[in-house]
């Protein structure tokens, strides 16, 4: 398994942006799904985007569909997620999680199916 750290989150104002940056080390992600997660005090974690190894093909949750991008930097081992127009519902603890992909273009957006977890990174919107 390879070891996540999430960063890039803070406090924001709504209608801004951020952009949180998933840093993987002890391992190489480039053949790996990568997906984010984010969980909101008193909720369940939720599905927000994934994206496959070669980052070919991403899957967003409706919630964010238009207004989160996810992407990714192989050679920096490295996933982002880009966040604009945000609302005050985006605030939460956000995480990436990491699996091996079973082949190029294959994304998961279950939590259940990923086996490397960050901390987490807390994106909190004001309004």
């Known amino acids: 398994q390879v070891q996540l750290v999430e960063s890039g989150g803070g406090l924001v104002q709504a209608g801004g942006s951020l952009r949180l940056s998933c840093a993987a080390s002890?391992?190489?992600?480039?053949?790996?799904?990568t997906g984010w997660f984010r969980q909101a005090p008193g909720k369940e974690r939720e599905f927000v985007a994934t994206?496959?190894?070669?980052?070919?093909?991403?899957y967003y949750a409706d919630s964010v569909k238009g207004r989160f991008i996810i992407s990714r930097d192989n050679a920096k081992n490295t996933v982002y997620l880009i966040m604009s127009s945000l609302k005050p519902e985006d605030t939460a603890l956000y995480y990436c999680?990491?699996?091996?992909?079973?082949?190029?273009?294959?994304?998961?957006?279950?939590?259940?199916?990923?086996?490397?977890w960050g901390q987490g990174t807390q994106v909190t919107v004001s309004s």
């Open positions: 994206i496959s190894w070669s980052g070919g093909r991403t």
């Open positions: 999680a990491a699996r091996p992909a079973l082949y190029d273009g294959a994304y998961y957006y279950n939590a259940g199916d990923y086996d490397s």
């Open positions: 002890g391992g190489s992600v480039s053949t790996s799904a």
